[in-house]
């Protein structure tokens, strides 16, 4: 009995003295925490483990919100930049596109393609089939002749293209006309020549009767 008593009161001793060295560890480190927080050495003695932990917590909380919110607020500060250069881009384009529009309305006609089509033009109405009866040229000639004298436009208006086609216009009406002319007078004088034809075997078959 007296054996066991001592071996009991042996570990007990064991046990204290370990409690003690941990006792000591924590204090320091404690220590050293409230320091680390800012506290003086003269403060440590005072703050309770509870309210310090509390305070930390309510820190965590409010950094880790506060953090939150900071990073949604980039998130949207970059994504609202990436849309301004969107369109800004595609501002640049439209004015650029506008830019070229007007520039294109405000050049002035190129005389090198007016010639070129004046004579475009003007090979394709001398080129026109030559038909036996000649309708189509009459009908051209009749639709030109019902354009020039609808209306005729002022000089001081016409523009280079309206010239060209006013002369267009009137270079086909001539030449159909003199080609009009020119068959008139063949078919005159083929009239002429079978009156004169007609007239010369009768006075041969009189001349024969007598």
Request: aromatic share 6%.
């Amino acid at each position: 009995m007296k054996q066991k008593i001592n071996d009991y009161l042996t570990d007990v001793a064991q046990r204290i003295h370990q409690l003690n060295t941990i006792y000591n560890v924590t204090k320091n480190r404690w220590h050293a925490f409230l320091i680390y927080f800012g506290y003086s050495v003269n403060e440590i003695p005072d703050q309770n483990p509870n309210d310090v932990f509390k305070m930390v917590t309510e820190f965590a909380l409010e950094y880790r919100t506060t953090r939150e919110k900071i990073l949604q607020q980039r998130k949207r500060m970059a994504e609202k930049r990436e849309r301004n250069k969107t369109r800004g881009k595609i501002w640049a384009l439209e004015q650029q596109q506008d830019n070229s529009e007007s520039s294109r309305r405000r050049r002035p006609p190129n005389a090198q393609n007016s010639l070129q089509r004046h004579e475009e033009m003007s090979r394709m109405l001398t080129g026109l089939p030559d038909s036996g009866d000649g309708t189509l040229r009459r009908r051209a000639r009749a639709v030109a002749d019902a354009n020039v004298s609808k209306d005729l436009p002022d000089p001081a208006n016409d523009s280079p293209e309206d010239e060209i086609l006013n002369g267009l216009v009137k270079a086909a009406t001539l030449q159909s006309e003199t080609r009009d002319h020119r068959r008139k007078a063949r078919q005159f004088n083929r009239k002429s020549l079978r009156r004169t034809r007609t007239l010369k075997l009768v006075d041969g078959q009189l001349e024969t009767n007598y």
